[in-house]
């Protein structure tokens, strides 16, 4: 199946996406290293970070990214989109591995070479994008039974998350911090390619801002925006990059895959052994990803208790970040891994 005109444009956009995107997570780490060395680290609910020249370089390359990928869901289905930010995991990992130190395995690098296999599996039987003619369509889609009680989940999920368990496992358990942005970045990804779609049709004569869905559907982007960057600054302050890119990446991909398909019904077009095809491509990047999680320090010294530490954490005196430092109990990490695995 050859990929088509528009589906070129949003690969295109995506991969720069992801170059911008896993090279901001390095700047922003660096940013935070600097800034909880002389104050309060972001972890633990500081806001030196926003001083610290390195952080906004950072946050300069996310929103680069961020803005490529925001067209590119304009042009492409999220199903091709979403996925290819498995290539800023690559561009994360192996920064990690040269500025950060966080070392990156042989078996890693296999991980890497299985993201690309399955991103590019992906873009060869993406279905087309389906063509909108108003974001009236959108706001259609959008409240419709099915994803409205999608949408009333993640938010209740969300709640709990934020209310009860970042207060008890925030800086034990990657899995909150990341589980809230994630959740969010779904609901995100639904609001982009609506103002997305709208900006594609105001570009081309048919102005889509005299509609109030549009500045609603912006809001609620830049609403979930701002809780996903500070959810996500307390997780890269607390837990390992090499880890977090990985399984933030996994679970936002799968939850925006799943909201895409109830709110788009973007397989409604295709066959079978397409779907099938996109799965696998899919699966190829998840095994890609848990190559990278699990082997992410087999190059450097074991821990004490002959296991791979699953995080770092970064509260010590002198505000680094070792990467093969695990200050908590061996029950804490073994806790820590039967959460994420």
Same mark, same amino acid.
């Given at each position: 199946?050859?990929?088509?005109?528009? +589906? /070129? %444009?949003?690969?295109?956009?995506?991969?720069?996406?992801?170059?911008?995107?896993?090279?901001? /997570?390095?700047?922003?780490?660096?940013?935070?290293?600097?800034?909880?060395?002389? !104050?309060?680290? =972001?972890?633990?609910?500081?806001?030196? $970070?926003?001083?610290?020249?390195?952080?906004?370089?950072?946050?300069?390359?996310?929103?680069?990214?961020?803005?490529?990928?925001? =067209?590119?869901?304009?042009?492409?289905?999220?199903?091709?989109?979403?996925?290819?930010?498995?290539?800023?995991?690559?561009?994360?990992?192996?920064?990690? %591995?040269?500025?950060?130190?966080?070392?990156? #395995?042989?078996?890693?690098?296999? !991980?890497?070479?299985?993201?690309?296999?399955?991103?590019?599996?992906?873009?060869?039987?993406?279905?087309? *994008?389906?063509?909108?003619?108003?974001?009236?369509?959108?706001? %259609?889609?959008?409240?419709?039974?099915?994803?409205?009680?999608?949408?009333?989940?993640?938010?209740?999920?969300?709640?709990?998350?934020?209310?009860? $368990?970042?207060?008890?496992?925030?800086?034990?358990?990657?899995?909150? $911090?990341?589980?809230?942005?994630?959740?969010?970045?779904?609901?995100?990804?639904?609001?982009?390619?609506?103002?997305?779609?709208?900006?594609?049709?105001? /570009?081309?004569?048919?102005?889509?801002?005299? $509609?109030?869905?549009?500045?609603?559907?912006?809001?609620?982007?830049?609403?979930?925006?701002?809780?996903?960057?500070?959810?996500? +600054?307390?997780?890269?302050?607390?837990?390992?990059?090499?880890?977090?890119?990985?399984?933030?990446?996994?679970?936002?991909?799968?939850?925006?895959?799943?909201?895409?398909?109830?709110?788009?019904? *973007?397989?409604?077009?295709?066959?079978?052994?397409?779907?099938?095809?996109?799965?696998?491509?899919?699966?190829?990047?998840?095994?890609?990803?848990?190559?990278? #999680?699990?082997?992410?320090?087999?190059?450097?010294?074991?821990?004490?208790? !002959?296991? =791979?530490?699953?995080?770092?954490?970064?509260?010590?005196?002198?505000? *680094?970040?070792?990467?093969?430092?695990?200050?908590?109990?061996?029950?804490?990490?073994?806790?820590?891994?039967? #959460?994420?695995?």
């Amino acid at each position: 199946m050859g990929v088509s005109s528009d +589906n /070129f %444009h949003g690969l295109v956009l995506a991969i720069s996406s992801s170059i911008f995107i896993g090279s901001s /997570f390095i700047v922003k780490k660096k940013g935070l290293k600097k800034a909880g060395a002389t !104050g309060t680290r =972001a972890g633990m609910g500081g806001h030196s $970070y926003l001083y610290e020249p390195w952080w906004w370089a950072g946050m300069i390359s996310m929103i680069v990214g961020e803005a490529a990928n925001f =067209a590119a869901y304009a042009f492409a289905p999220a199903i091709l989109v979403t996925p290819l930010g498995a290539l800023s995991i690559i561009f994360s990992a192996v920064l990690a %591995h040269f500025i950060l130190k966080e070392k990156l #395995h042989i078996f890693g690098v296999l !991980g890497c070479v299985l993201c690309v296999v399955g991103s590019t599996s992906i873009v060869l039987h993406a279905p087309q *994008e389906r063509a909108m003619e108003s974001v009236k369509e959108v706001w %259609h889609l959008a409240t419709e039974p099915g994803f409205l009680v999608y949408t009333g989940l993640v938010l209740i999920a969300v709640a709990v998350l934020i209310f009860r $368990y970042v207060p008890r496992y925030g800086q034990t358990h990657m899995v909150v $911090y990341v589980g809230i942005c994630s959740l969010m970045g779904s609901l995100t990804v639904m609001g982009v390619k609506a103002v997305g779609i709208a900006l594609k049709l105001t /570009f081309s004569g048919l102005n889509q801002f005299i $509609y109030f869905q549009t500045w609603l559907f912006t809001i609620i982007v830049v609403f979930c925006c701002l809780l996903q960057v500070n959810y996500l +600054n307390k997780a890269l302050d607390t837990f390992n990059t090499a880890v977090i890119s990985p399984v933030y990446y996994v679970m936002f991909t799968t939850f925006t895959i799943l909201a895409s398909m109830i709110m788009f019904k *973007e397989w409604d077009s295709q066959e079978a052994s397409q779907i099938v095809t996109e799965l696998c491509g899919f699966v190829t990047i998840l095994s890609g990803t848990f190559l990278l #999680h699990r082997t992410k320090d087999m190059g450097g010294r074991p821990s004490p208790s !002959g296991e =791979a530490p699953v995080f770092t954490n970064t509260n010590s005196s002198s505000g *680094e970040s070792p990467a093969f430092t695990n200050t908590n109990s061996h029950v804490g990490m073994n806790s820590e891994q039967q #959460h994420i695995s």
